[in-house]
Each structure stands twice: as structure tokens, then as C-alpha cells.
């Protein structure tokens, strides 16, 4: 089963109210929820990372700060608050320095990644030869690949050619909004993918509630490569 991350997060920040939208989506079944580094104060992202750890569900942070100083502060204080996962940066050897040995699960940005919100650059054959060099280094965990947000590659050629090249999980963040683009991905071989805005604005089935949505969302997920 492909798995679902529940992202806190509208146009790459976590949204106003994030504790109170993930009190919305308690007991629906969820295994990850996350959140940006951009949006939220660190005592906020304590609180909802506490909630959902109570609730056995694991926290993902994506960092999308573009500096290197502001990406490092950022994985600090996700390490602080408690995540169990850090997504994102586009400085993995750096970003390996302060996350290496915490326990935490690393995936950072595949291929080139610009801009706010994040946008990805370059070939498919250079993405997915990076990937292959990236999921080297020692602590990896996988890569985050931002599928549909790519300039002008087919979002799923692009995944398969990133899945191939990895052997670690690949997620595939950013501009998910439909079934279909979550059966494609499944198909592709993604091992997860991350929904935030496209839920908050209501392009999910069982829209417009936040709970409906998500409780669909895993039933599209579950049957998504059956």
C-alpha cells in the first residue's frame, strides 16, 4: 500500500491552526502526519507532534527554507520538537552532520529544487542519477521528490525513473490533488505522498471537510496498486 502523509500545510507553510486541524483528523486511520518549517512556531509544532505521537502517528518535517543556516536551524529545532522524519533541504551531506545518529529518518529534495513554493528543475536521467548518488550517503532514509511540481517533466515518468534508480523509499511531494494522480504514483512504485494544499482548499473527494477527505484519501491509497 502506498502510504498517505497528511501535510498541515497550504502554499508551503503550515497553516494557521494546524493543532486544531489535526484535532479534525484523529482516529481516522492516519500513520503520518507533517508539517513545513515555515508558519508555525517551534512550541506549536511541539504541541501537534506530541498529539500525534500519543495517537501512534509518526511527524514528518519538510524544510523548504532556502539557505543553508536557515535549512540546518530548521531540521534543529524538528529534531527539538520530537519529529520522527525530516524531509527536504537540498544540503544532504550538511543537513547529515546534525541529523546522523539522532534516530530521526532523512529523505531530502531530489534533483534541483528553487524557489517558494518549491519548484523542480532539470533532466530526468540527472534526477534520478542524483537520487542513486544521494541514497549513498549514510543516513539516508530515501529521497522527497517533488513529481508534480517539476517544470516539464511527465510527473510519472519522472517517478518511475527516481524509483528505479533508488533503492531507498521514494515520497513524492507537492500538487498531489486527484485519485488518479495517487493510483499513477502507486503505480510508478512511490512508496508514499504528501497532500496538504489540495486538501485545505477542498479538491479531495469527501470535500469539504478535512475529516471526510482524509478518511478517503487512505481508502484511495489502500486499493491505489491492489
Known amino acids: 500500500?502506498?502510504?498517505?502523509?497528511?501535510?498541515?500545510?497550504?502554499?508551503?507553510?503550515?497553516?494557521?491552526?494546524?493543532?486544531?486541524?489535526?484535532?479534525?483528523?484523529?482516529?481516522?486511520?492516519?500513520?503520518?502526519?507533517?508539517?513545513?518549517?515555515?508558519?508555525?512556531?517551534?512550541?506549536?509544532?511541539?504541541?501537534?507532534t506530541s498529539a500525534a505521537h500519543a495517537d501512534g502517528i509518526e511527524v514528518m518535517l519538510e524544510v523548504v527554507s532556502l539557505s543553508l543556516s536557515d535549512e540546518l536551524q530548521s531540521i534543529r529545532i524538528g529534531l527539538d520538537v520530537g519529529v520522527d522524519w525530516i524531509l527536504g533541504g537540498t544540503h544532504p551531506q550538511s543537513a547529515l552532520e546534525v541529523i546522523r545518529g539522532t534516530g530521526s529518518q532523512y529523505c531530502p529534495f531530489a534533483g534541483t529544487v528553487t524557489g517558494h513554493p518549491s519548484l523542480l528543475g532539470g533532466e530526468i536521467g540527472d534526477i534520478a542519477k542524483q537520487t542513486a548518488t544521494i541514497c549513498k550517503l549514510d543516513g539516508v532514509t530515501g529521497v522527497d521528490l517533488l513529481a508534480y511540481r517539476h517544470k516539464s517533466a511527465d510527473p510519472v515518468d519522472l517517478t518511475r525513473a527516481v524509483v528505479e534508480a533508488s533503492p531507498r523509499p521514494v515520497i513524492a511531494a507537492g500538487s498531489v490533488q486527484s485519485a488518479q494522480q495517487i493510483e499513477a504514483l502507486a503505480k510508478a512504485g512511490a512508496w508514499g505522498f504528501t497532500i496538504g494544499s489540495a486538501i485545505f482548499d477542498g479538491h479531495l473527494p469527501g470535500a469539504p471537510g478535512l475529516r471526510a477527505q482524509v478518511i478517503e484519501v487512505l481508502k484511495i491509497a489502500a486499493t491505489a496498486d491492489a
Do not use: C, S
Open 1 to 48: 500500500m502506498i502510504e498517505f502523509i497528511l501535510m498541515l500545510t497550504h502554499d508551503d507553510e503550515t497553516v494557521p491552526n494546524a493543532r486544531a486541524a489535526y484535532e479534525q483528523v484523529r482516529g481516522t486511520g492516519l500513520r503520518y502526519v507533517g508539517f513545513k518549517d515555515i508558519g508555525a512556531t517551534a512550541e506549536e509544532l511541539r504541541g501537534i
